[in-house]
């Protein structure tokens, strides 16, 4: 039970914390003006185009990663367009600004992977659909296109548009000066968007050696530590399982301290449009989940890994002599 506390503790968590943003608020909240029914219509054309795109195309190529070319683009886009339908209001304009760091970054890591071509329906594809598409259930075709259908393409298109909404609800709030809530959100979100590129960069380099030697003709077993791990322990990796999940769950989570800035959330702290962020949350947690279980098919030493290092908040530094010892 020990094992599972902290993910049931997050999961109840992010219910209650859903549950109150829906319950808490007044019913004049959930109202959006003409400005914001207008802009969440054009948001909507575009997400559910996306969303069509990703099925079709990746049921006709079986390259499912379309959705993962979207994921740091869209962003990109929504943000912009509230901002320019909101005339570039001071938090619109920065929530985009911010944004377009964290997308640009984020695209850039991942069309070094391979993910982007000149064909933009191949490259490579995220090696978690591959090992999905193994399973009993999804492995059969009408499975896996209602898995694709609804999981990557609908849901993920619409979770991506849910935490760009805290924008969407600061959209007319220029009369309300930038405040501390305010430059809250923009030192968090910077310094999660930090965390999140130093620990891409450190994964990149440990992958890129070890994939290197590999190719030399060695053995796992052949190769100098920490590399004969064969996952990575060097850098956040050493204190944290996850810490590019912590800054990039911690960027959007950051970006909603706009929306208490404007004065919109009740009790001081729930809105509506923070339950896109926090879903995020859930959908990265089971991420992790599935990345731990194919490490841990795949290495050994991973399970004393898993036992001992905190999942994202980077705290005790990895001491595998130390546990073998005891």
């Not at 964290?102 to 695209?107: F, I």
């Not at 992977?113 to 598409?133: M, P």
């Not at 309300?176 to 930090?194: G, K």
């Not at 064969?230 to 929306?259: A, C, D, K, M």
Request: net charge positive; with cysteine.
């Amino acid at each position: 039970m020990k094992k599972y506390f902290g993910t049931v503790l997050t999961v109840l968590v992010v219910i209650a914390v859903c549950v109150l943003a829906i319950v808490l608020p007044p019913v004049s909240q959930f109202g959006l003006t003409q400005l914001q029914l207008d802009t969440l219509m054009i948001l909507g054309i575009i997400c559910g185009g996306s969303a069509l795109y990703c099925f079709v195309v990746g049921e006709i190529t079986m390259n499912n990663s379309q959705m993962d070319k979207l994921w740091s683009i869209l962003p990109i886009a929504y943000t912009w367009v509230i901002a320019t339908k909101a005339d570039f209001s001071p938090r619109t304009t920065i929530f985009a600004i911010i944004v377009t760091l964290w997308g640009l970054r984020l695209t850039y890591n991942f069309a070094r992977k391979g993910a982007y071509s000149w064909k933009f329906w191949t490259g490579e594809e995220d090696y978690r659909w591959q090992v999905l598409r193994r399973n009993k259930i999804l492995g059969k075709r009408p499975a896996w296109m209602m898995f694709d259908l609804f999981f990557i393409s609908i849901y993920q298109n619409a979770l991506v548009l849910a935490i760009c909404l805290p924008s969407l609800a600061v959209m007319e709030s220029g009369m309300v000066a930038l405040n501390w809530a305010d430059y809250l959100a923009i030192s968090f979100a910077l310094v999660f968007l930090f965390i999140e590129t130093i620990a891409d960069e450190q994964q990149m380099a440990f992958h890129t050696n070890k994939r290197k030697m590999l190719n030399e003709g060695k053995s796992l077993e052949e190769l100098p530590a920490p590399y004969n791990k064969g996952f990575n322990t060097t850098g956040l990796w050493l204190r944290s399982r996850h810490p590019n999940y912590l800054g990039e769950q911690g960027i959007w989570l950051s970006l909603y301290l706009f929306v208490i800035g404007a004065g919109l959330a009740s009790k001081g702290i729930f809105h509506w449009s923070m339950i896109g962020s926090f879903v995020l949350v859930l959908l990265f947690l089971g991420s992790s989940i599935f990345q731990e279980g194919v490490s841990s098919s795949k290495y050994p030493e991973y399970e004393l890994y898993l036992a001992h290092v905190s999942k994202y908040l980077p705290l005790w530094k990895y001491k595998p002599e130390k546990y073998k010892e005891d």
